[in-house]
C-alpha cells in the first residue's frame, strides 16, 4: 500500500489517496478526514473510457493520474464521510471486454473474483488506518462502461451489495431469468460461478437507473437480428450505451433472445427490465409480510 496523493475537495475536506495491492489486482482507495463510524463504502470500478493500453501497469497509471477517471470528480464534489474504493480493472489491447464483465472475462479469467479481492481488502485496511468499522455490503456506482460492470458484478454478488446506481447502461439491464444466459438471465449461472443464484440476497439490493432523454435520436446501423451495416429500411435505434448490439459485451445470440423478450429498442428493454425486477422486489416484500404476521 502507498500512500500517493492528498486532496482537498470542494467541500473543504481533506482525503488521502492510496494504490493498493490485492491478489493479482491492484485499486485506488480514498479516504477522507472525517469519515463516520460505519460507514458504507463507495465502490466504483476503473473506466478507461476506451483507451485500451499495452499492459496493466499503464491501466494503473492512467487510473492514479489526475482527472484520469470519475473518481477525482466524484471525490471532488461529494464526498465527505465515506470511503470510496476503485478496483483497477485491465483494458488491455487484444484481450475481452473486462471492464464490462464480459462472458470471457468471468469465464476465462475470473475478473469478477479479482474484483471482490479489491473490495474485501479494502475494507480490512481502511478499518485498520480509521480505526472506525465499514458497513458488510457496499454501494455499488458505475457510468457507461463501468455501470455495466456494476449491474453484471451485482448478479454475481448480489450479498455484497447493498446499493447500485447505474446510469448509461439501460441497454443491457439484467433479469434473473432463466430463459437468457449471462450477462443478461441466469440460465448458465452455476456452470459459470459454481453456486446457485441467491434471488433472496438479490431482491434486497436498491437499485437505482438513470439514463439520458436523448440516448436514442440518432439510429444506428443494426437489424433485430444483431447485423451491422444493413438497410436504412431494416434499421433500428441503437444508441451507443446499448450494449445489447456489442459482440465484445453481449454474445450477439444473447442480446437477440434479450430483445425478442425485452423488446428491440433500448427504451423499450429499459422500462421492462425494470418493471420485471421491481415485480421480483415486489413479491419479495409482500412474502417478508406475510411471514411476519403469521
Not at 485499486?27 to 460507514?39: D, L
Not at 456489442?246 to 454474445?251: E, F, I, V
Request: hydrophobic residues 35%; neutral net charge.
Amino acid at each position: 500500500m502507498e500512500k500517493y496523493k492528498n486532496i482537498k475537495n470542494r467541500l473543504n475536506v481533506n482525503i488521502d489517496m492510496y494504490v493498493c495491492e490485492a491478489g493479482e489486482g491492484k485499486y485506488i482507495m480514498a479516504i477522507p478526514e472525517n469519515m463516520k463510524n460505519n460507514a458504507e463504502m463507495f465502490v466504483e470500478t476503473y473506466n478507461s473510457g476506451g483507451r485500451q493500453r499495452e499492459s496493466y501497469a499503464e491501466n494503473i497509471q492512467d487510473a492514479m493520474a489526475e482527472n484520469g477517471n470519475a473518481i477525482e470528480k466524484t471525490l471532488m464534489d461529494a464526498i465527505t464521510e465515506f470511503p470510496v474504493v476503485l478496483p483497477i480493472v485491465p483494458d488491455i489491447k487484444g484481450l475481452p471486454d473486462f471492464q464490462q464483465l464480459s462472458l470471457e472475462s468471468v469465464r476465462d479469467f475470473k475478473i469478477h473474483e479479482k474484483v471482490l479481492q479489491c473490495i474485501e481488502d479494502a475494507k480490512i485496511r481502511i478499518e485498520d488506518i480509521t480505526k472506525k468499522t465499514v458497513q458488510e455490503k457496499i454501494f455499488l456506482n458505475g457510468y457507461s462502461a463501468s455501470g455495466v460492470f456494476a449491474q453484471r458484478l451485482a448478479l454475481i454478488y448480489p450479498e455484497v451489495i447493498s446499493r447500485c446506481l447505474i446510469g448509461g447502461a439501460a441497454g443491457t439491464i439484467p433479469v434473473p431469468t432463466l430463459r437468457i444466459e449471462y450477462p443478461i438471465g441466469i440460465k448458465d449461472y452455476e456452470e459459470l460461478f459454481g453456486k446457485k443464484f441467491d434471488i433472496e440476497e438479490y431482491k434486497k439490493i436498491k437499485f437505482g437507473y438513470y439514463v439520458g432523454e436523448k440516448e436514442e435520436q440518432d439510429a444506428g446501423v443494426w437489424d433485430t437480428e444483431g447485423n451491422m451495416f444493413v438497410d436504412e429500411k431494416t434499421q433500428i435505434r441503437a444508441p451507443m450505451h446499448d450494449m445489447s448490439f456489442r459482440s465484445l459485451t453481449t454474445p450477439k445470440e444473447v442480446g437477440k433472445r434479450q430483445r425478442q423478450l425485452l423488446g428491440q429498442t433500448m427504451s423499450e428493454r429499459y422500462k421492462k427490465a425494470i418493471e420485471i425486477n421491481k415485480s421480483i422486489r415486489n413479491r419479495y416484500r409482500r412474502d417478508n409480510i406475510k411471514r411476519s404476521r403469521s
